[in-house]
């Protein structure tokens, strides 16, 4: 599986970004996918969790209400719409390759990813 993740930039506080995520390696459709991010000095955190239909979505409390998760199966592509964008919410953004068709909220975020990351995009919100 490779991932390409790509939209983010610097924004001022109250903005908004649409990041992107390009898979590749197999059946896009077949399986779940996720956004997770990681700020400086800090452990790489969920954010969110769309299953293969796109009929499910899940996200860390923290972003409930801001971000959206949605794909495009015909394009492979999964999308994290941020809107009023704070500065704790600077940090580099990964998509992650679902383990299967769903996830889970009753284990642990990472369990229902492969572990593959991209290279990440950079968002900077300022003050």
């Known amino acids: 599986v490779q991932l390409v993740e790509s939209g983010g930039g610097s924004v001022q506080t109250g903005g908004s970004l649409r990041l992107s995520c390009a898979a590749s390696?197999?059946?896009?459709?077949?399986?779940?996918m996720g956004w997770f991010r990681q700020a400086p000095g800090k452990d790489r955190e969920f954010v969110a969790a769309?299953?293969?239909?796109?009929?499910?979505?899940y996200y860390a409390d923290s972003v409930k209400g801001q971000f959206t998760i949605s794909r495009d199966n015909a394009k492979n592509l999964v999308y994290l719409q941020m809107n009023s964008l704070k500065p704790e919410d600077t940090a580099v953004y990964y998509c992650?390759?679902?383990?299967?068709?769903?996830?889970?909220?009753?284990?642990?975020?990472?369990?229902?990813?492969?572990?593959?990351w991209g290279q990440g995009t950079l968002v900077t919100v300022s003050s």
């Open positions: 992650a390759a679902g383990v299967g068709r769903s996830y889970s909220s009753n284990t642990r975020p990472e369990r229902s990813f492969l572990g593959v």
């Open positions: 390696g197999r059946t896009f459709s077949a399986y779940a």
């Open positions: 769309i299953s293969a239909s796109g009929s499910f979505t």
